[in-house]
């Protein structure tokens, strides 16, 4: 296998709004839609969306979304012998709410998720040493992250840490111990306790992760475009312009797509590029996954922007 991703699975519950409602107000919003996401999955679609071969290790209910996540993820390739269900909890659920301006609010209930252990870590062993990178995110347990962490620095594998949802609770040195940091601009507030509403102020919040020990700070900023930090450079990387219809997923459509390229070509900041034109052309389409472009149309995008490769 290219990538093990090991997180989250959710029923994405998609309602487009023209605006919240107040408190104690009804509105009737024009249209709803379910797909499949959650933050492990989506990026898991999205590198196999590219090609990669890629395992998933995950937990499912034993409602009625268990055994469609299942074969969604396998229909696209997805390697699932380490995808179980946990009997008598249902299924990861995330409601969320689109504006017109393709804005988005997401709520999540973790479900099954919540149940994926370092021991599942341990159970996939034998798989997971042969990876090339591994992708983490924080909808499942942070035990099982900080296990899955240990696990790619005994095996020499690279790792991907993507701190979403963002958690005080997070441990810095274990987060020292990933190749890269993939935070957005309100996840990186959140983590360092510091404003992100300018370059300026970006580049000093990421420097304060970078004075710790982080390797690589890469933070996504929609359509400011995206930041890239080592000790010893800093990189901006223009966003492409695009008419947004949802930008739910974005985020993990980048991750999805940097890890892909990460892997096959070992240079960052072209996987970054390649990954903006991803995630661009994503938000262009309803939905998290089935907004997801192939490589034919990611190609005749980056064409079209000039994007290199």
């Known amino acids: 296998m290219d990538i093990a991703v090991i997180g989250s699975n959710m029923v994405d519950l998609i309602t487009y709004i023209d605006r919240m409602p107040n408190e104690g107000e009804t509105l009737e919003a024009p249209s709803f839609e379910m797909g499949h996401g959650g933050k ?6 999205a590198a196999a969306k590219l090609k990669s071969d890629v395992m998933m290790v995950t937990k499912v209910g034993d409602d009625l979304f268990a055994d469609d996540t299942i074969k969604n993820l396998a229909a696209h390739g997805i390697n699932t012998d380490f995808t179980q269900k946990v009997a008598g909890v249902p299924s990861g659920v995330a409601p969320i709410f689109v504006d017109t301006e393709s804005n988005n609010r997401i709520l999540i209930i973790k479900g099954a998720n919540q149940y994926l252990s370092p021991e599942d870590v341990d159970q996939a062993a034998e798989q997971l040493k042969f990876v090339s990178l591994i992708v983490l995110q924080l909808e ?4 099982t992250v900080y296990r899955a962490i240990e696990f790619g620095q005994q095996h020499n594998i690279p790792v991907i840490l993507n701190p979403a949802p963002a958690s005080h609770e997070l441990d810095f040195d274990y987060v020292c111990k990933c190749d890269f940091f993939i935070p957005n ?12 509403e300018t370059d300026e102020e970006v580049y000093e919040a990421a420097s304060t992760l970078i004075e710790k020990g982080v390797k690589n700070v890469i933070v996504t900023l929609g359509s400011r475009g995206i930041i890239w930090m080592t000790k010893e450079q800093t990189h901006r990387v223009e966003s492409h312009k695009v008419a947004a219809v949802d930008t739910s997923g974005a985020g993990d459509a980048f991750i999805g797509c940097f ?3 990460y892997v096959q070509t070992g240079d960052v900041l072209e996987s970054i590029k390649m990954a903006n034109a991803f995630a661009a052309l994503s938000v262009t389409k309803r ?3 089935a907004s997801y472009p192939d490589m034919e149309q990611l190609r005749q995008f980056t064409e079209s922007r000039k994007v290199t490769q």
């Open 40 to 45: 492990g999955a989506n990026q898991a679609v």
């Open 140 to 143: 499942i347990p942070l035990p």
């Open 185 to 196: 601009g309100p996840e990186l507030e959140i983590l360092t306790g510091m404003p992100v």
């Open 259 to 261: 890890a892909h390229y």
């Open 287 to 289: 939905g998290t996954q």
